[in-house]
């Protein structure tokens, strides 16, 4: 049981570790583009790759802005520009959803470290574990196979801790003597 718990300790270790990194990195990077916007040199294309997967690891959307260009005889291109693809970019327009895209994954890996202590986060977290390893996967939430293998997780669990409160000293017995012939 304790090594147990110490698994869990260093999972939640490492959770807020990762998530301190993440916040304090796109603090510095918001830093950086702010100075970048007032003296623009190559520095911050450097960064671009850096940023985006902070953005995108914080669940953070690109965000679109339209264009017209002229290009002669009459004609004009339209579209729409990807803000992180565009990054950096001192357009007015980008600079304004490029800083809300910034404080948007600062708030959210605030959160995630806050999380780090909530225990209904973590009791959440447990209940819908196959619904999280799915996202992980790139399996949405809403799809059929993740709520079918999410219900069979909550019966198998519910199943097991009413096994395991009736017949607590028998399923020790069992598990011991198992792994006896695993180890031998």
């Known amino acids: 049981m304790n090594n147990l718990l110490y698994i869990f300790v260093i999972i939640i270790l490492l959770k807020l570790l990762f998530n301190i990194s993440k916040y304090i990195q796109c603090k510095r990077y918001l830093k950086k583009y702010l100075d970048w916007l007032e003296n623009q040199t190559w520095r911050m294309t450097e960064y671009k790759s850096r940023v985006i997967k902070l953005l995108k690891d914080a669940e953070v959307k690109d965000s679109y802005v339209g264009f017209a260009e002229p290009l002669g005889l009459g004609?004009?291109?339209?579209?729409?520009?990807?803000?992180m693809s565009n990054f950096p970019n001192a357009r007015e327009d980008i600079v304004s959803l490029m800083l809300t895209m910034f404080h948007q994954a600062i708030g959210v890996y605030r959160s995630r470290i806050k999380d780090s202590f909530n225990p209904l986060y973590w009791i959440e977290f447990v209940l819908t574990l196959p619904k999280q390893v799915f996202g992980y996967l790139g399996i949405p939430a809403e799809s059929l196979i993740t709520k079918i293998v999410q219900l069979l997780y909550w019966i198998i669990a519910a199943v097991t801790s009413i096994l395991f409160a009736l017949y607590k000293p028998e399923i020790g017995k069992l598990v011991r003597e198992w792994l006896k012939k695993v180890i031998q």
Do not use: E, N, R
């Open 75 to 83: 004609q004009i291109q339209t579209g729409s520009l990807s803000v």
